[in-house]
């Protein structure tokens, strides 16, 4: 039977995993800060300290040697600065580049400032040439030339061309590790050459078919190999019209694709039609998780994520730019609502009434920009049905301004015996829907037509919008109707 108990695997739940690194972690950090007192008898006290501090380690080190990357990727952004670095310390140095691949950006600068040359070096040359690429922008110039020099001339070329493409690319997606046959080869021959492996790249579903030239002929799935004869050629078998990508195609349309059709794996092809590389599922789903916090982050303002345990100022840097921009945007609503004091003055209750209206209506065009921004990831929006759909969200701000409307200003009415004024709370109300609707719409196709990303700022952007505009038509209908 094989041992495999020092081999990493995946955890059924990464959460109690994490629980057991906090408990030893913090076993350990408690007997380091617990000193024996000057007594009789103290040097077995200390020794006894000494044997449970490695016995947490060892047990600490047993456990981390049987994670997986990802794994151990998950804990280390969990945990604080300090235990972050025992816990790095401790992961063996023949694993150290594959969890620096795994782990966010923030996190790794962490570690990649608390390693040395030599261990970032090392740490790099255990890596693919497309692995290299992603974690080039994070480590020193002087360690990047040494690990360059140690690669061949073939991966010096890969290495090059997988830095020149942009990061919302397909190249910036694309490995190398990929099988090639020829068309004229037999099935037999085929897993001949299968056989010589150790072990199949990552999410090998099918075999790249080139001739002598490496110009792209088509794929061979794998089912196909195993079900046929082995005295059948390739070239009877495989397939032609397979999805083909191209380096410069955008990673997002890639990633439509992958999802579309249920792809495990793609050649990315240069221009002459020769084959360059693969994208895995594996690679497209890292971009869409990254994708994906990033739009969290970008729709409140944050420009990049942060580590959670980065120290406060930092973090608070990251924050300034839209706070400042809020800063603006609070104090041009309080002017707003300053040009209507003698109308607040005469008529208290609209204080009290003012922040539904403008809450309301940022609630709704955020609704609207979520799902505008949606359609356009996916490219459902085009300027041929951009109109139509401005008009479909422009009528369901007014029905719902109508519908809720009403209940507001019969509220309202209940609450201050003014049947006024809940006509102007209801038409308030129904004109801020609209206009949150048409700012929700307006705001993200304005920035993708700039080549913009259209989520960055669309939801601070919206709720000074709607406050400010919430504001000015609220108390203006009021003083039109009511102060006199």
């Known amino acids: ?101 795994e782990v966010s950006d923030p996190v790794r600068e962490s570690l990649i400032a608390s390693m040395s040359f030599d261990e970032l070096r090392g740490a790099a040359e255990q890596l693919d040439t497309d692995q290299i690429a992603d974690l080039a922008p994070d480590l020193p110039q002087s360690v990047m030339r040494e690990v360059f020099k140690s690669l061949s001339i073939e991966e010096r070329e890969q290495l090059r061309a997988a830095m020149s493409y942009p990061q919302d690319s397909v190249g910036a997606l694309m490995d190398f590790d990929m099988l090639t046959i020829r068309e004229n080869s037999t099935l037999e021959a085929v897993s001949r050459l299968l056989r010589r492996f150790d072990d199949l790249p990552d999410h090998t579903d099918q075999l790249f078919v080139v001739d002598r030239d490496d110009l792209f002929k088509g794929t061979l799935p794998l ?49 002459d039609g020769k084959l360059l590389g693969r994208v895995s599922v594996s690679a497209v789903m890292d971009f869409i998780r990254a994708e994906s916090e990033n739009e969290v982050l970008n729709l409140v303002g944050l420009r990049k994520g942060e580590d959670i345990f980065a120290s406060v100022w930092k973090s608070a840097k990251n924050r300034w730019l839209w706070l400042a921009l809020n800063l603006c945007t609070a104090f041009f609503a309080s002017r707003v609502i300053g040009v209507f ?47 139509r759909l401005l008009a479909k969200e422009l009528a369901i701000s007014l029905l719902n301004g109508l519908v809720w409307g009403g209940i507001a200003g019969g509220f309202a009415y209940l609450l201050y ?21 048409l700012v929700g719409m307006l705001i993200p196709l304005t920035l993708q037509k700039i080549s913009r990303d259209p989520v960055i700022g669309s939801s601070v952007l919206l709720t000074a919008i709607t406050d400010s505009g919430g504001f000015f038509i609220f108390l203006g209908l009021a003083t039109i109707f009511l102060v006199r």
């Open 417 to 437: 015996g003014s049947a006024p004024l809940g006509l102007v709370m209801t038409g308030a109300m129904l004109l801020n829907l609209m206009l949150g609707a």
């Open 1 to 101: 039977m094989t041992d495999t108990r020092n081999k990493p695997h995946y955890t059924e739940n990464v959460l109690e995993q994490l629980q057991q690194v906090q408990r030893l972690v913090g076993a350990h950090t408690l007997q380091a800060e617990t000193h024996p007192r000057t007594i009789p008898g103290a040097e077995h006290h200390e020794l006894a300290e000494l044997l449970l501090q490695k016995r947490h380690l060892g047990e600490l080190q047993d456990l981390l040697n049987r994670l997986h990357p990802s794994d151990i990727a998950f804990i280390l952004a969990a945990l604080p600065i300090g235990q972050r670095l025992l816990v790095w310390n401790m992961v063996k140095a023949d694993r150290d580049g594959e969890i620096l691949i």
């Open 341 to 387: 004091e003698n109308s607040i003055e005469k008529f208290v209750a609209l204080a009290a009434l003012m922040p539904i209206v403008a809450g309301i209506a940022g609630n709704s065009g955020n609704q609207t920009i979520t799902t505008i921004i949606r359609s356009l990831a996916l490219g459902q929006i085009n300027p041929g049905n951009a109109r």
């Open 223 to 271: 089912n196909k190999l195993l079900v046929n004869e082995p005295e059948v050629e390739v070239a009877a078998l495989m397939v032609t019209d397979s999805l083909t990508l191209y380096p410069d195609d955008k990673a997002q349309q890639a990633a439509q694709a992958f999802e579309r059709y249920g792809l495990v794996s793609a050649p990315v092809l240069d221009e």
